[in-house]
């Protein structure tokens, strides 16, 4: 089962356009990572935030999170038609005693095109 | 190599075959991940290994999934007597470190081979 959802299911800009995607999850967790997905190809990660962060910057990647509201977002500036992939969301739900072995339990993705 | 490898890419069979799909993952990463991917959806975790040991198998559709890790490396996904909805992306990732503990922030990221694209016909 699919431990959260992604906002919106597809989205489509310009080239130099801000992209947002936002993620929902459902359990307690110990940290939210974003992952992309070229067509045919598996994920690379993107940025992994903390529970105890709010917000975390990587290049033009700008990720958010509110624990209380229990979702995330994922914000790409000045979009490349090279930023054409899927993003997903993942958490590693907290286990009994706080543990966890990081697996990972992902959204449905967004799918996000630019166009140039 | 760099990265984590699977093979084949692509592998189409008839139901009721068995088949068997490998993953090279990167060098001295203890921990081995494989997730199934049904088209338009996110991964769904299978199984994990640390190290030879297979910790969690939870979420194995059936029985008739089967994964090992014999010496800490090399894995191997085998499912018997295909069905067709079985046919799905296999994806495997490994990452260094196990997780974490209480406090203790040790998660890694995991890093993913390109996957197998199955087909069951």
């Known amino acids: 089962s699919q431990q959260g959802e992604e906002d919106p299911q597809a989205l489509s800009i310009q080239e130099g356009e801000n992209a947002t995607m936002n993620c929902s999850y459902k359990?307690?967790?110990?940290?939210l990572q974003w992952y992309r997905q070229n067509s045919g190809r598996g994920l690379v990660h993107l940025i992994l935030?903390?529970?105890?962060?709010r917000e975390k910057h990587s290049g033009r990647l700008r990720v958010t999170l509110d624990t209380s509201k229990k979702s995330s977002s994922l914000l790409i500036t000045a979009s490349r038609a090279a930023d054409t992939a899927s993003y997903f969301c993942?958490?590693?739900?907290?286990?009994?005693?706080?543990?966890?072995?990081?697996?990972?339990?992902f959204g449905q993705g967004t799918i996000l095109t630019v166009h140039p | 190599g760099a990265g984590v490898s699977q093979s084949p890419r692509y592998k189409v069979a008839k139901r009721g075959q068995d088949v068997a799909l490998r993953c090279d993952p990167i060098?001295?990463?203890?921990?081995l991940f494989w997730y199934q991917q049904a088209l338009g959806q996110g991964p769904e975790f299978l199984t994990y290994?640390?190290?030879?040991?297979?910790?969690?198998k939870s979420g194995l559709p059936s029985d008739r999934f089967f994964a090992e890790r014999p010496e800490g490396s090399v894995s191997t996904l085998k499912i018997q007597r295909t069905q067709q909805e079985d046919s799905a992306v296999y994806l495997c990732?490994?990452?260094?470190?196990?997780?974490?503990?209480?406090?203790?922030?040790?998660?890694?990221?995991?890093?993913f081979g390109d996957g197998t694209r199955l087909s069951i016909l």
């Open positions: 990732a490994s990452s260094l470190v196990l997780g974490y503990r209480g406090a203790s922030q040790k998660n890694q990221p995991q890093h």
């Open positions: 359990t307690s967790i110990n940290n």
């Open positions: 935030i903390r529970s105890n962060e």
């Open positions: 993942a958490t590693p739900p907290l286990g009994a005693g706080g543990t966890s072995y990081g697996k990972l339990t």
């Open positions: 060098s001295g990463h203890v921990s």
């Open positions: 290994f640390q190290n030879e040991a297979q910790l969690d």
